[in-house]
T-cell receptor, first 116, second 117 residues
Framework: NAGVTQTPKFQVLKTGQSMTLQCAQD?????MSWYRQDPGMGLRLIHY???????DQGEVPNGYNVSRSTTEDFPLRLLSAAPSQTSVYFC???????????????FGPGTRLLVL | AQSVAQPEDQVNVAEGNPLTVKCTYS??????LFWYVQYPNRGLQFLLK??????LVKGSYGFEAEFNKSQTSFHLKKPSALVSDSALYFC???????????????FGRGTQLTVWP
């Protein structure tokens, strides 16, 4: 199994540009989530999904959109990038919501985004 | 109120000495507690978790953590540190939505552990 994969590994954007961060998992996990990691802030939940066709907002959803058309894929879209979105983004998956059942999450390697 | 706190930004220990990385929590109901580790330029990896049962939880790479309900703590420990243990460690706690069985994880800010040879 490849586990959780993320592309790209690194991206530079100009303010106002759009892009999609890709995330895929091959473990047949129902629950997937996106976090951003900022120095001194830990990980903050952006959006999550409990299954195909079902998404919901996390702690810091503004400026981001998600969709879940398949179990495997959970892309994160930035419609109009802002410097405040400069961060490291992690995708994670688990069999079910770790906030409910205590499931272990598996994390991707991350995407480092710089918005100028 | 902050659900989970890691009071130390950095912990430095000599190789071979015991290490402790502290975590305290503040949630209602029974807590689910986790430790994750992040090596440089990598994603987070699961170390161990407490859901129920024995207060002392053993995890990967020789790490263990003790759930202390009275002190609302879940400190990560290892009897003998290795240089290769140097990494960023995150504590996480589950908090339930009010009146619901649904919850989400809250992560601490992380503690940078450096083990000196």
């Amino acid at each position: 199994n490849a586990g959780v994969t993320q592309t790209p590994k690194f991206q530079v954007l100009k303010t106002g540009q759009s892009m999609t961060l890709q995330c895929a998992q091959d473990m047949n996990h129902e629950y997937m989530s996106w976090y951003r990691q900022d120095p001194g802030m830990g990980l903050r939940l952006i959006h999550y999904s409990v299954g195909a066709g079902i998404t919901d907002q996390g702690e810091v959803p503004n400026g981001y959109n998600v969709s879940r058309s398949t179990t495997e894929d959970f892309p994160l879209r930035l419609l109009s990038a802002a410097p405040s979105q400069t961060s490291v983004y992690f995708c994670a998956s688990s069999y079910s919501n770790p906030g409910t059942g205590g499931e272990t999450q598996y994390f991707g390697p991350g995407t480092r985004l710089l918005v100028l | 109120a902050q659900s989970v706190a890691q009071p130390e930004d950095q912990v430095n220990v000599a190789e071979g000495n015991p290490l402790t990385v502290k975590c305290t929590y503040s949630v209602s109901g029974n807590p689910y507690l986790f430790w994750y580790v992040q090596y440089p330029n990598r994603g987070l990896q699961f170390l161990l978790k407490y859901i129920t049962g024995d207060n002392l939880v053993k995890g990967s790479y020789g790490f263990e953590a003790e759930f202390n309900k009275s002190q609302t703590s879940f400190h990560l420990k290892k009897p003998s540190a290795l240089v290769s243990d140097s990494a960023l460690y995150f504590c996480a706690v589950r908090e339930l939505s009010r009146g619901s069985t649904l919850g989400r994880l809250y992560f601490g800010r992380g503690t940078q552990l450096t083990v000196w040879p």
